[in-house]
């Protein structure tokens, strides 16, 4: 019951997050360069099998269809995902990626 619950934690986690994401994509392929939010991006399409998918969606039924968009600069930081599973879509938008965060604790 606790592996179905979503952890949004896990799409920045290196192990299992968006970074896993794209380096199991298999045969993976640019497809386009796009603007995505006012910034240039290439668009990497290939298949991600379940098992890897389900790290950061509990509960996926089959493998995907993805995209990414990664910022066509020195960075290739990703800024946009999109997985299809026949007729339904996930998307993912990244923003602020390896900018520092301040984190307040709860009193």
């Known amino acids: 019951m606790v592996t ?7 799409i920045l986690d290196p192990e299992r997050g968006v970074a896993k994401l794209i380096e199991s994509l298999d045969s993976p392929e640019t497809t386009a360069r796009e603007e995505v939010d006012g910034v240039e991006a290439l668009k990497v399409e290939g298949k991600l099998e379940r098992d890897v998918l389900a790290e950061i969606l509990p509960g996926v039924p089959s493998a995907a269809d993805v995209a990414f968009w990664l910022r066509d600069d020195d960075t290739r930081l990703p800024i946009k995902a999109t997985a299809t ?9 990244l923003s602020d990626v390896n900018e520092p965060v301040d984190v307040t604790p709860p009193e």
């Open 85 to 93: 599973f026949g007729d339904a879509t996930v998307d993912i938008s």
């Open 4 to 10: 179905s619950v979503y952890d949004p934690s896990a």
